[in-house]
């Protein structure tokens, strides 16, 4: 595998905490709408990649075969809005900190389930003790950064 695409995750990972500051600071612009925020967001986010896809040449005409899609082919979308929206809402409310690394949970517990039985037709990886020891730590990084400062009261 590629470095490339290590370094490209992490990069990703490293912009949600900026993603959500961002997106509450354009809440507080906007008369305190999370839901207009995420939506500024995402119209933008559209416009991008309707730029990037123009930009990089990309077949348009592969969209007909979207009348063959099945409707949940079409919920990328808004899970990706409600992880827009989520982030913005729940960042002041919870902490960057603790939002972000009870995300990182999340998408480890489901990661894992999606390597082992190859859902969605993705490739499957075993679970292994070092993968499911790998998944441990997370949460107990997460139980750290959430009630950390508690243990020494």
């Known amino acids: ?7 490209f995750a992490f ?3 490293c912009v949600v905490p900026l993603q959500a500051a961002i997106n509450n600071q354009l809440k507080g612009l906007i008369g305190g709408s999370t839901v207009l925020a995420a939506f500024i967001s995402f119209a933008v986010g559209t416009a991008t990649l309707g730029i990037l896809a123009l930009i990089t040449g990309q077949r348009w005409q592969g969209l007909a075969g979207l009348s063959q899609a ?3 082919h079409f ?3 808004v899970m990706g809005a409600a992880f827009v929206f989520g982030t913005t809402l729940l960042a002041p409310r919870i902490g960057v900190a603790a939002m972000v690394s009870l995300i990182i949970s999340g ?6 389930l999606f390597d082992q039985f190859g859902w969605l037709g993705l490739a499957t990886r075993a679970l292994s003790t070092p993968r499911l020891l790998g998944a441990l730590l997370v949460v107990v990084g997460v139980l750290l950064v959430n009630f950390g400062d508690k243990l020494g009261k």
């Open 1 to 7: 595998m590629s470095a490339f695409y290590f370094l």
């Open 11 to 13: 990069t990703i990972g």
């Open 70 to 72: 099945s409707w949940w």
């Open 75 to 77: 919920t990328g979308g």
């Open 107 to 112: 998408q480890i517990l489901i990661s894992l």
